[in-house]
Structures are given as structure tokens and as C-alpha cells.
């Protein structure tokens, strides 16, 4: 049983910035990949960041590059999010999700983290 926990979100004006973490544990945890998905209200899901263990890799979605950074502490299995000037279309519930090798998407979520940007 892989645990996912994230930390981190609250409220913040425009401008601001935030720091999400997310842990994950699991006896046999081996892993693909690290990322942070979100949802805002009335909207789909959407891929925030991810890193590719292996390399460390990055990508970002369009709407957060050159705000937002993801990181990682590779032996405790911890990524983290910076985000920096932040906008009120960043509002939504962050959630960190893991792709464990052998499967072919993100297939352990955590519980969700709020981010609430004020104008």
C-alpha cells in the first residue's frame, strides 16, 4: 500500500507565493514519476508539474512555467512545489500523485491540498 500526504496550500493574495510538499511511502515503492495535478471548481483535472525519477526530468504546464518549480528529495521519496506569483486562476485543490513502475499512469493520489489566490 503506497501512503501519499501533502502539506503546504492555504490562502494567499495575488503576487504571493506557496510551498506544496508531498511524501509518499510504501514498503516496495519503486517509482516512475512525481507530480501535481489540480482542480478548480466546474473544471477537468489538469497536470500542474511532474519529474521523472530516473533523470529528473521536469515539465510544466504552460500556464505555471517560469512560476512554478518542482523538486524532489530523491531517498525520502518528497517532491515539492514552489510557486511563485501567484493569480487567482492558480486557485483550485492540488493533489500529488505517483506513477509506480509497472504502471502505465498515476495510480496513487493523495488527499488533496486547497490553494486559494485572492485578488
Known amino acids: 500500500q503506497v501512503q501519499v500526504v501533502e502539506s503546504g496550500g492555504g490562502l494567499v493574495q495575488a503576487g504571493g507565493s506557496l510551498r506544496l510538499s508531498c511524501a509518499a511511502s510504501?514498503?516496495?515503492?519503486?517509482?516512475?514519476?512525481m507530480g501535481w495535478f489540480r482542480q478548480a471548481t466546474g473544471k477537468e483535472r489538469e497536470l500542474v508539474a511532474r519529474i521523472r525519477w530516473s533523470n529528473g526530468e521536469k515539465y510544466y504546464a504552460n500556464s505555471v512555467k517560469d512560476r512554478f518549480t518542482i523538486s524532489r528529495e530523491r531517498a525520502r521519496h518528497t517532491i515539492h512545489l514552489q510557486m511563485n506569483n501567484l493569480k487567482p486562476d492558480d486557485t483550485a485543490v492540488y493533489y500529488c500523485a505517483i506513477q509506480r513502475v509497472g504502471a502505465s499512469d498515476y495510480g496513487s493520489w493523495g488527499q488533496g491540498t486547497q490553494v486559494t489566490v485572492s485578488s
Open positions: 510504501g514498503r516496495t515503492l519503486a517509482v516512475v514519476a
